[in-house]
Structure formats: structure tokens, C-alpha cells
């Protein structure tokens, strides 16, 4: 198996409302959590036994606030192996990063809203995004006025917490 993790730090509070996660046909499990400034974890996201067709958004039952200097951690495992029921090629052959559906990438993305005094709430947002299994790029996404595309609270692809399916949200 192969793993690649990735962090990121919040700048600002952060209303957690959704997590979206992607990786293709080896991907295996996905696991994310926050490690507060306090010392305490939080879990955000665990799916053991990733299927390509769960790459949606999750809704959490409850939002809740990340506090600034929060580190968000993401681990994503792949399993280019003929005991992969998911692997396309048997035998396994070589998987190079790619937007195609037989190559491979991660991603993760936080969804909400800052929090924090002085910002118009609702005005604004942020998603923290860790990505590209090769090259392990971490962006931070910020903006006035609607949330990106992908970033919505309702429509296709969008689920709320109990159809995780095989996966668990706190």
C-alpha cells in the first residue's frame, strides 16, 4: 500500500459544514481529522474501504467550529495489487497522477464559513483543499459572495451524513 498525508493550519475560525474526499480506482481508505489548539482530535472523516463512487460532498449532522491555528490532516492509501477488487488492471501496472479515471490524485475538501469577528458572517468562504498525490500541492480557497461549485448544502452528489455508506462521520 502506498500512503501520501498532507496538513493544513486554519488562519481563522471555521464553521465545519461538509467534507468532500477524492481518489480514483486504487484508492483503499480515506481518514482526515483536526488536531485543535488545545491538544484535543477531532475525527472529520473516516472511510476504510474507499469505492471510487462515493468521491461526493457529506453533510455533517451538526456544524461546528474549527478555532483558529487548528491543523487539519488528511491520509489517503492506495492499493495498486491484484488483491484490490477495485484495481482495473490485472495484473497492476503503473499509475501515474492524471484526471483520468485509471490514473490517480487525492483531495480533500473542508466546506463552511469563517467565523471570526469582524467578517460579515455568511459573506464568506473557505476550503481548504490538499491535493495531487505526487506532487502533495495544498491550497487554501477564499472568496466574498457564494460558495464555489461542489461547496453546496443541496442537489446531486451531495449526501447527507447517514448515507455514508461504509464509511463514518463523527
Given at each position: 500500500a502506498f500512503k501520501r498525508t498532507d496538513n493544513f493550519k486554519l488562519p481563522v475560525d471555521f464553521l465545519a459544514e461538509n467534507i468532500w474526499?477524492?481518489?480514483?480506482?486504487?484508492?483503499?481508505?480515506?481518514?482526515?481529522?483536526a488536531e485543535l489548539p488545545d491538544g484535543s482530535r477531532r475525527e472529520l472523516l473516516l472511510i476504510d474501504d474507499w469505492d471510487f463512487n462515493w468521491q461526493d460532498?457529506?453533510?455533517y449532522r451538526e456544524p461546528f467550529v474549527l478555532p483558529k491555528e487548528t491543523v487539519v490532516h488528511a491520509e489517503w492509501t492506495w492499493a495498486n495489487t491484484s488483491d484490490n477488487p477495485r484495481n482495473p488492471f490485472?495484473?497492476?501496472?503503473?499509475i501515474e497522477w492524471g484526471e483520468g479515471s485509471t490514473d490517480e490524485?487525492?483531495?480533500?475538501?473542508?466546506g463552511g464559513k469563517t467565523v471570526n469577528p469582524g467578517w460579515e458572517e455568511g459573506a464568506h468562504w473557505l476550503a481548504v483543499a490538499v491535493e495531487d498525490v505526487v506532487e502533495g500541492a495544498l491550497e487554501v480557497l477564499g472568496g466574498e459572495g457564494d460558495q464555489p461549485p461542489g461547496i453546496e448544502r443541496a442537489g446531486p452528489g451531495v449526501h447527507p451524513v447517514e448515507a455514508v455508506g461504509g464509511g463514518e462521520l463523527e
Open positions: 474526499a477524492h481518489m480514483h480506482m486504487i484508492g483503499r481508505r480515506v481518514h482526515a481529522w460532498t457529506y453533510l490485472n495484473p497492476p501496472q503503473l490524485m487525492s483531495g480533500l475538501i473542508l
